[in-house]
T-cell receptor, first 111, second 114 residues
């Protein structure tokens, strides 16, 4: 079946540092999505990517759809305490709405 | 406010109880989903409804029974659950069940089975 590897599993950084996380897959996909989940809440969509090579920003967040269509990364610049949470990547490959989610990257930011 | 509302937020039940989880979306979407989120595991898709018809059933035990009376409402009926069913149950919706549309999630129901 499709395998989606998200790394790192967790990060503990100092406020103001930049953060990078990525997802890789064994197959080619048409869509990459990045979500953030805070404690007690559901995942919230951050960025959606639909084309290989696409680079999209949302404030201090930047995500790219890899050229090979098998990977994606998310960068957070100048982290702040409210960036704390679990970040999930998800991809879709078929003509359906089915998404496969990564295991998540837990981010902690030290003030 | 995500536009997807789940109730209750927390539920504790015994293994012999029957309860229902409710989801309502105010986004005008045509597809709705149930996911199970357990610690240290990726989100697991349970059921998908598109235009009130079930289109995906991922080998979920029959003790979970979904119901979609209209495109805005989704229920998950629970009966004779097991301790391993304790998890966060998330509802989501998307514009349609095509072309990898982004899904919008509710805040979940935290379910604990005694």
């Amino acid at each position: 079946g499709q395998q989606l590897n998200q790394s790192p599993q967790s990060m503990f950084i100092q406020e103001g540092e930049d953060v990078s996380m990525n997802c890789t897959s064994s197959s080619i996909f048409n869509t990459w999505l990045w979500y953030k989940q805070e404690p007690g809440e559901g995942p919230v969509l951050l960025i959606a990517l639909y084309k290989a090579g696409e680079l999209t920003s949302n404030g201090r967040l930047t995500a790219q759809f890899g050229i090979t269509r098998k990977d994606s990364f998310l960068n957070i610049s100048a982290s702040i305490p409210s960036d704390v949470g679990i970040y999930f990547c998800a991809h879709g490959s078929s003509n359906t709405g089915k998404l496969i989610f990564g295991q998540g990257t837990t981010l902690q930011v030290k003030p | 406010e995500t536009g997807v509302t789940q109730t209750p937020r927390h539920l504790v039940m015994g293994m012999t109880n029957k309860k229902s989880l409710k989801c309502e979306q105010h986004l005008g979407h045509n597809a709705m989903y149930w996911y199970k989120q357990s610690a240290k595991k990726p989100l697991e898709l349970m059921f998908v409804y598109s235009l009130e018809e079930r289109v995906e059933n991922n080998s979920v035990p029959s003790r979970f029974s979904p119901e979609c009376p209209n495109s805005s409402h989704l229920f998950l009926h629970l009966h004779t659950l097991q301790p391993e069913d304790s998890a966060l149950y998330l509802c989501a919706s998307s514009q349609a069940w095509v072309n990898n549309q982004p899904q919008h999630f509710g805040d979940g129901t935290r379910l604990s089975i005694l």
